[in-house]
């Protein structure tokens, strides 16, 4: 059951990503003004000033592919978690292909997008690899040192 709803997730995020990436435009009117007024209005304070569309496109880039690398990661057997990171980069790959190739008059393919991506998914599976506890599979091995019943 937890193996479905895994899959269901993880079909569910890979559609988001391709609404988010593989369409002629991201940003509808409303949304791409209220984003430029949100940075104009971080702009007007030293505070933060640092906050500027580039840095705000990438770490978007980062955070929208955590998930590409823990998805993976969850799906195969832990001594895979680095799959995750594989998966990310070649999927920035064949986005960033059909960017350039079909949505070149509206959109346009940016290696930092690859870098970005890719250390999202690099994210991901090591948070599922490295920093989750060890997951147990469905039977119990037997405890070694322990007699089994003679008959």
Do not use: C
């Not at 430029?36 to 304070?45: E, I, K, N, V």
């Amino acid at each position: 059951m937890r193996r479905a709803v895994l899959l269901l997730l993880t079909l569910v995020y890979l559609a988001g990503v391709a609404w988010m990436t593989l369409r002629p435009s991201v940003y509808d009117a409303d949304t791409g003004a209220l984003l430029w007024r949100a940075l104009d209005l971080f702009a007007r304070h030293d505070e933060t000033s640092w906050i500027t569309f580039a840095r705000v496109e990438a770490a978007a880039n980062v955070a929208m592919f955590v998930p590409m690398g823990m998805f993976p990661a969850l799906l195969l057997p832990k001594r895979f978690w680095w799959v995750g990171i594989i998966v990310g980069f070649a999927a920035t790959v064949g986005i960033e292909t059909y960017q350039a190739t079909y949505l070149s008059a509206t959109r346009f393919s940016d290696p930092q997008d690859l870098v970005m991506n890719t250390l999202g998914a690099a994210i991901g599976a090591a948070f599922v690899g490295l920093a989750l506890p060890r997951r147990r599979r469905g039977r119990s091995r037997p405890r070694q040192g322990s007699a089994s019943p003679v008959w």
